[in-house]
């Protein structure tokens, strides 16, 4: 049996191993993906796997017009990473920067011997790890079904070389039919699921009344959790590693005796996989029926742009990208100590600071907040930023209420 096959009738084993493992992870250049983006792919996918649990030894890159449709790489750097992998007997997992086919992931595990995983079987694995709710525990199960799906074909293909291709190929045509009937039948007991989950959320909605609702939207590992608990006084879970966060948490909040409801979603990532999205759709309604959007971005990140992009396209695939939007930069302190030279005078800073918010302003037409959630600077000024859009709001929707809340 291969190593990273999947056993329907186990039970279920959430996330890698408690151990570190040593991983290699791969990434192809393509003309649709320059040198540059892909060495940013391939420093999130590392800090992807450490947040699973494996420590990255090498990467290995490799320019392509596109990847190989057996082995993703040519056979050449397949036989390099080969050659490193004997050599370095602690590494028992290698980590592919794109999806990969059942075919591919059933040829290179013969290849290389040891675990192969692509970057949506990592995510999922971590999403798997990080559920705690029944509704994101379903979610996370969708999601794996619909990734294993179209599969199997390639996973099944070892049995035929060890029973022996002439006489033995009918038993595995139905076994994989069957295991396909078997998912099928899984993916559709848990839509009923998370519909049944999701009108219970719909009905908790309605129920909250006619409060103003304020997301917390972003990237991943940008900051929304701890900014979270500094405006609603709350703990939530908050961690420097990628989805630390995977259900929504919706606090009510009252500033100026004016109250409104607070919800910190699901962070975004490039190329997250389709199926994960479509899955996660009911958790991301509170994004969906929010009255305002509090988009926070990790302004020390160096794709800090790239980032605010991958949300805004998520935030158009859920029809949320016309929304009211407040941009919170956060991390401004790290970006200082990344971005400022030690001998400028706090004058210039302040000049610095004030350009690069006028410029950011401009170019995303939204008001914007310079903070640093992890020393709490500048909240006055969120919380005043924030307490005069939701004002503004409650005065459109209940413009003859008398100004108090």
């Known amino acids: 049996m291969n190593n990273n096959e999947w056993n329907l009738g186990e039970k279920e084993k959430k996330g890698l191993k408690k151990k570190i493992e040593s991983a290699v992870i791969i990434g192809v250049i ?14 999130e996918l590392e800090f992807l796997a450490a947040t699973a649990g494996a420590k990255t030894v090498k990467r290995f890159t490799q320019k392509l017009q596109h990847p190989d449709r057996r082995t993703f790489v040519g056979s050449g750097k397949m036989e390099e990473i080969r050659e490193y992998i004997e050599s370095h007997e602690d590494i028992n997992l290698a980590i592919f920067d794109d999806d990969l086919t059942g075919k591919q992931v059933s040829i290179i595990e013969e290849i290389l011997k040891v675990k192969i995983i692509d970057r949506s079987s990592l995510i999922l694995d971590i999403f798997a790890s990080r559920a705690q709710t029944a509704q994101a525990k379903t979610q996370v199960e969708l999601a794996q079904m619909q990734y294993m799906l179209p599969r199997l074909r390639g996973l099944w293909t070892h049995l035929e070389r060890q029973r022996g291709g002439i006489g033995m ?33 719909r009905t908790r909605r309605k129920n909250r009344g006619e409060l103003i609702r304020v997301a917390l939207v972003g990237y991943t590992n940008v900051g929304k959790s701890t900014l979270m608990n500094i405006i609603s006084k709350s703990e939530v879970f908050a961690e420097d590693k990628l ?35 479509e899955s996660f759709k009911s958790t991301l309604d509170e994004v969906r029926e929010s009255d305002l959007l509090v988009h926070v971005v990790d302004i020390a990140h160096p794709q800090y742009e790239d980032q605010i992009k991958t949300v805004n396209k998520t935030l158009k695939d859920l029809d949320a990208i016309e929304k009211p939007t407040i941009f919170v930069f956060n991390k401004i302190d790290l970006y200082r100590e990344r971005y400022f030279d030690k001998y400028l005078d706090d004058e210039t800073k302040a000049e610095i600071e004030q350009d690069l918010k006028s410029r950011l302003k401009n170019e995303y037409e939204h008001d914007n907040v310079f903070v640093s959630a992890l020393n709490k600077e500048n909240m006055d000024g969120l919380r005043t930023e924030l307490t005069n859009l939701v004002r503004g709001l409650y005065e459109v929707r209940y413009p003859y209420r008398p100004k108090h809340w």
Do not use: C, W
């Open 30 to 43: 393509t003309s649709t993906q320059s040198e540059e983006s892909v060495a940013e792919y391939l420093d």
């Open 169 to 201: 190929r009918g038993p595995g045509e139905t076994e994989i039919e069957t295991d396909r009937r078997i998912i099928r039948d899984k993916i559709s007991l848990l839509k009923k699921k998370l519909d049944k989950i999701d009108l219970q959320n």
């Open 243 to 277: 989805f630390a966060t995977l259900d929504t948490t919706v606090r009510k909040v009252v500033f100026d005796a004016m109250p409104f409801l607070l919800s910190d979603t699901v962070g975004f990532i490039r190329k997250l996989p389709h199926h994960l999205v």
